[in-house]
């Protein structure tokens, strides 16, 4: 399906950025796109994820997070990891990051954010100073999952409400 330009402007797009795509960030665009889904908004949303890292350039979601996502009855597609570029700059409406490396490297590759675009996910939760630890390296899935969900339903009332705020 092609979608025009005028369905894309009444989009909310969401790019979801972490260090290799295979983690966070695609659990965010799995966990996002299943809230709109659920909330019959899925029309309303353009969403994808990217990495800062070329490390895991073309490889599926990672084993174990799949596995937390399957749990919480998540629906994955199909995913292949991908690097951000400086085009999705002007694709997205936010570009949402999980920790202060991913948003020094996403201010790196897409030139500094003039339309202040960039943000944490957890700014839209209940403890906004908060990163989403890299579950890679604290191999709590779970932890990453609950902190993603949580981002992501504050993401979600944010953009659906009468009071929009990014």
């Not at 295979?22 to 949303?45: H, N, P, T, W």
């Not at 997070?65 to 999705?88: C, E, F, N, Q, Y």
Request: aromatic share 10%; glycine share 6%; hydrophobic share 35%.
């Amino acid at each position: 399906m092609k979608i025009g330009s005028d369905t894309i402007a009444a989009m909310n797009r969401i790019l979801f950025v972490c260090h290799g795509n295979i983690c966070r960030s695609v659990s965010a665009q799995y966990i996002m796109q299943d809230l709109a889904e659920k909330a019959g908004k899925s029309d309303e949303f353009l969403i994808d994820s990217a990495a800062t890292s070329a490390e895991e350039l073309g490889n599926p979601i990672y084993p174990p997070m799949r596995r937390a996502l399957a749990a919480h009855s998540v629906p994955i597609g199909t995913h292949t990891a991908r690097k951000l570029r400086a085009s999705d700059y002007g694709t997205y409406d936010l570009l949402i990051g999980m920790d202060q490396e991913n948003s020094f490297y996403m201010h790196r590759i897409l030139k500094d954010d003039p339309e202040h675009k960039i943000h944490f996910l957890m700014e839209y939760s209940d403890t906004p100073d908060r990163e989403i630890e890299d579950p890679w390296y604290t191999r709590d899935f779970e932890q990453a999952y609950q902190d993603i969900l949580a981002g992501c339903q504050g993401l979600f009332r944010s953009l659906t409400s009468s009071e929009r705020r990014f």
